[in-house]
């Protein structure tokens, strides 16, 4: 493509750290696009003939076909997916492929290519994660009034509901998804016509091409346009949070797959045996769900990284930005994907769940709020005097709603019968319906908001 300057060919070992074409041919689509826009841009702005313009729209669908059922020969020595194209519509059309080019160079190619590629990738990503959203939503409703033990430093805290919980990773989710909606919006701008950087003296019609390409407007500074990388930043920002909230969620399955929990089992279908232990069912996918999260963040932090420092405009560096988000989203994808299916298909193990929600005195919070509420006790005496009944309980081996009425009364002679009523795990969580509570009457109303809210989506 340069020849006319150079008179040998790159080494062997140029070619390779040049070439791109592994990487970046899975934007084909998208530069064929832009190729397809900024041909019948130049056309109609009388910069190309109609015939030319003719000529080239149907070169690169030819081509397009070709990549689309396996027939395109990558060439290496081409260096990446823009000039493979090209040489290709060459071979094809001949003499108007060399028109093609005008007013444009691999800079904005590229910078718009890839801006499309990501564009798909959050809207990817927003779908997927309300997939996820309504799974959980579903759950929820069906686990409404499942109760289990809440939890502070993985210490029994107070009861809530499974449906609680599982809402409060919706909640997560449907904010990540807004994350990706707005991350696409902010970067529906078109780098395409900024040419190397400084933008060209052909009368280019910038908004013609945005528009085809599907962007609200043309980015306003060709510099900008050519060297900006934060769109996909941005977009692997979101994606690391989504993965860290992925995460979470994951530690929380390998938590309550174990035997000592015991609060779900994952489907056959999402769980691994072992080829040493008969007995064994692995969370396997939770755990790998886990892990994306370093992958992801990695991606991040590669792209941060590669960024960093450099003077505008273009610079090779910046080559390596796909290979990263690339990983990132593939990794990504695969992740919410294995997440929606394992909470899909869940088994909850709601007896086991609600045993274990009685545990640790759950609901010495419930005690003391009764002693506020019939005695008219400070809450801080009331935390007090509950924390005396708590260590009786404890002496004594028992829950807290197995002590006596006498048991109760030596540490606080007001005690009534009455109290009873605030000790079970049931009475714990149903009474917990300030808004935003795990009471089952709450869930029910959430999880039914937010299917509703998905379905207009
Ligand atoms: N393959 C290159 C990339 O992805 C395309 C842009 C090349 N531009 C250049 N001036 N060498 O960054």
């Known amino acids: ?25 899975r934007l084909w689509r998208e530069d064929i696009a832009g190729s397809k826009a900024h041909a019948a841009m130049l056309a109609a702005c009388g910069v190309i003939s109609d015939a030319d313009n003719k000529a080239i729209q149907k070169g690169l669908d030819a081509v397009a076909g070709e990549i689309e059922s396996g027939q395109f020969k990558y060439d290496k020595a081409l260096e990446d997916i823009h000039m493979n194209i090209e040489a290709r519509l060459k071979a094809l059309i001949g003499e108007p492929a060399g028109r093609l080019h005008t007013g444009r160079s691999r800079n904005d190619q590229v910078a718009t290519d890839f801006r499309l590629w990501v564009r798909t990738a959050c809207e990817q990503s927003a779908a997927a994660l309300r997939d996820l959203c309504r799974a959980l939503a579903a759950r929820a409703l069906e686990n409404a009034d499942a109760v289990m033990p809440g939890f502070t430093h993985l210490q029994t805290a107070q009861p809530v509901t499974f449906g609680h919980h599982l809402l409060a990773y919706a909640e997560m989710f449907s904010r990540d998804a807004s994350r990706f909606d707005d991350a696409a919006r902010r970067m529906n701008e078109c780098p395409l016509g900024a040419a190397a950087l400084a933008g060209t003296s052909f009368p280019i019609d910038r908004d013609r091409t945005a528009k085809a390409l599907g962007f609200d407007r043309p980015c306003a500074n060709s510099l900008d346009a050519v060297s900006s990388r934060d769109f996909a930043m941005e977009a692997m920002a979101a994606a690391a949070i989504t993965a860290t909230h992925l995460s979470r969620l994951g530690e929380e399955l390998v938590i309550w797959t174990s035997a000592q929990f015991g609060f779900v089992q994952l489907s056959d279908a999402f769980s691994t045996g072992s080829s040493i232990m008969p007995q064994k069912r692995n969370p396997d996918a939770a755990e790998l769900v886990r892990a994306k999260a370093g992958r992801i963040v990695g991606s991040l932090n590669s792209l941060l990284i590669v960024m960093k420092g450099l003077a505008l405009a273009y610079a090779k560096d910046m080559q390596e930005d796909k290979a990263a988000t690339f990983q990132c989203f593939d990794d990504l994808a695969l992740a919410l994907a294995a997440t929606t299916g394992m909470i899909g298909d869940l088994h909850v193990n709601r007896d086991a769940m609600k045993e274990a929600a009685g545990h640790g005195f759950s609901t010495a919070t419930d005690l003391a709020d009764w002693l506020v509420r019939k005695l008219n006790m400070p809450f801080r005496d009331a935390h007090h005097v509950t924390g005396a009944i708590v260590a009786l309980a404890e002496k004594k081996g028992v829950a807290l709603e197995a002590l006596s009425l006498k048991d109760l009364q030596s540490v606080e002679p007001r005690m009534t019968d009455d109290v009873f009523d605030v000790l079970s795990v049931d009475a714990s969580v149903a009474s917990r319906t300030s808004f935003g509570g795990t009471a089952p009457a709450n869930v029910k109303r959430e999880a039914k908001k937010l299917l509703k809210a998905l379905k207009a989506n």
């Open 1 to 25: 493509m340069w020849g006319g300057r150079f008179s040998e060919g790159p080494s062997a070992i140029m070619e390779e750290i040049n070439a791109s074409i592994d990487i970046d041919r």
